[in-house]
């Protein structure tokens, strides 16, 4: 399932499935403040983990250990391993706000410019180990994303990755309400 919505030069992709096999310069990986690997079975950073390799949280561990802790809302760059992108951005939380889940999708898409990528990959923030409600996520995302692709920048799409035939309906749904 899969579905485009066109905004400016950019668009919004919402695509059913695993982040680690969206193809875009960068996927973002949800992380914690030491950026290190929180590997449970079934989540988002185990999928990273076992579809890209240990590189990524090998290379996560040596920022934290340059420069500590990192604050809640920072994205960090990263190498991407096997997966089908140039680079990780590691979006650190806990995802568990409004505030935070806001903050962390306009960091990383102004981290996406900065570094002069094209496109990055989204999972849902906060909505798997911290169970922030989907929909309120995908709201709080999607305008960031508006916001971001409305104004004259390099990015030019934008993937909200949906794990799920369910959570992928959810998302239509308010994507399409939008983009009426």
Do not use: W
Request: net charge positive; hydrophobic share 40%.
């Amino acid at each position: 399932m899969e579905k485009d919505y066109q905004i400016g030069k950019g668009k919004i992709e919402l695509r059913n499935g695993s982040i680690t096999r969206y193809k875009a310069d960068a996927l973002v990986c949800p992380n914690i403040p030491d950026l290190e690997m929180v590997a449970i079975p079934g989540g988002c950073q185990f999928a990273f983990f076992a579809e890209g390799g240990e590189d990524i949280f090998l290379e996560a561990r040596k920022i934290a250990e340059r420069k500590g802790k990192q604050s809640i809302s920072s994205a960090h760059l990263t190498t991407a391993g096997r997966l089908p992108a140039k680079y990780v951005i590691h979006s650190v939380g806990p995802h568990t706000s409004d505030k935070i889940i806001r903050g962390s999708t306009k960091n990383v898409l102004e981290l996406i410019a900065n570094k002069g990528l094209n496109s990055v990959g989204f999972p849902t923030l906060g909505t798997g180990l911290y169970d922030f409600p989907l929909d309120k996520a995908v709201e709080i995302m999607s305008n960031e994303f508006l916001s971001y692709l409305s104004a004259d920048n390099s990015i030019q799409r934008v993937g909200l990755i949906l794990y799920g035939a369910d959570s992928y309906r959810i998302g239509q749904k308010i994507l399409d309400a939008k983009f009426k």
